[in-house]
């Protein structure tokens, strides 16, 4: 049985079907788990569909079976990651949620920057684990080096910031670290975009001495990442929702163990450790919350 989603144009079927059955969701929903984590229910069916049907067009498919099967196929893991790239939601904006940036300059930059005058540690390390276009990691190095304003014995040279994502794409434009007026816009203060922005005719580019704190590197998180090394900090914001409760579990557990003793965890404003892991302890600052691992 088969159950089409919407109608679509006689031109664009013309060249192929851009309804998609329940039976061919039900493949690709699966195929995505299996290569990225992401859990998609019976009500993504729609989204799939619009998100894929470019993706059809482009390869000559003519249905979205043959688009799975080419996909299995492919031995070069081209048109997976392509279809995982179109599934991904990369929506993200500066200083998000604002709570976490307050507690890294009001409580666990102090913290560290005590270490390192104290000759205990050399660095501070924190890994973004997905960046998309470079907001959050760049919002981070900016956090810092608004509080090396009023912290000088700290350099920027304290500090490495990993920001990994799945999407090459995304992970390009976070290298490049130039922005329109509407991305810039999103949750940018003036005072921080006349600070650490150049201003050019169309867009904004992130200055020099920010683009150099980060460090963009492409990851798949359903991978091993034990060889990225140890972190003081890790931001895993808002992508656990996107996944299914067995992978949220295996993924707060290698976080875990990739943290330092003591290290911390970001999660998203809607998400929670309760329910999946017994690895950590929640902390409180102003509003917000953050994680210690055990």
């Known amino acids: 049985m088969q159950t089409w989603l919407k109608e679509k144009s006689t031109s664009t079927q013309a060249c ?20 990225c984590g992401i859990h998609l229910t019976e009500d993504k069916v729609y989204l799939v569909e619009t998100r ?9 498919f003519k249905t979205f079976g043959e688009l799975y099967s080419k996909a299995v196929s492919d031995n070069t893991n081209t048109l997976r ?13 500066w200083f998000r949620d604002l709570h976490p ?23 501070i390390k924190i890994w973004c684990c997905a960046c998309s276009t470079g907001q959050e990691p760049y919002s981070i190095a900016m956090t810092y080096l608004d509080y090396l304003r009023k912290n000088p014995s700290l350099s920027p040279d304290h500090i490495e910031i990993l920001a990994t994502d799945i999407s090459s794409t995304v992970l390009f434009l976070g290298k ?6 509407l991305a810039i816009s999103r949750g940018l203060s003036d005072e921080f975009k006349d600070r650490y922005f150049d201003k050019g005719e169309k867009v904004w580019s992130i200055k020099d001495n920010v683009k150099r704190m980060v460090k963009f590197q ?4 359903q991978e091993s990442f034990s060889h990225l090394g140890r972190h003081d900090i890790i931001f895993c914001r808002n992508i656990l929702i996107y996944f299914s ?3 949220k579990q295996d993924i707060l557990q290698r976080i875990a163990a990739l943290l330092q003793p003591n290290g911390y965890l970001f999660l998203g404003a809607s998400e929670s450790i309760i ?4 690895q950590y302890d929640m902390m409180r600052h102003a509003m917000g919350l953050y994680y210690q691992v055990k």
Do not use: P
């Open 16 to 35: 192929c079907n851009t309804m998609i059955s329940l039976e061919e969701f039900h493949l690709i929903r699966d195929y995505i788990q299996k290569h």
């Open 52 to 60: 894929l049907t470019t993706l059809m067009i482009e390869h000559g």
């Open 81 to 93: 990651d392509k279809v995982i790239e179109a599934i991904t939601t990369n929506e993200t904006f």
């Open 101 to 123: 940036f307050g507690i890294l300059n009001e409580v666990l930059f102090n913290k560290f920057a005590e270490e390192i005058v104290s000759g205990n540690r050399t660095k």
């Open 176 to 181: 490049l670290g130039r922005y329109d007026s």
């Open 218 to 221: 492409k990851l798949n998180l």
């Open 245 to 247: 409760t067995e992978f």
């Open 275 to 278: 329910m999946y892991t017994d």
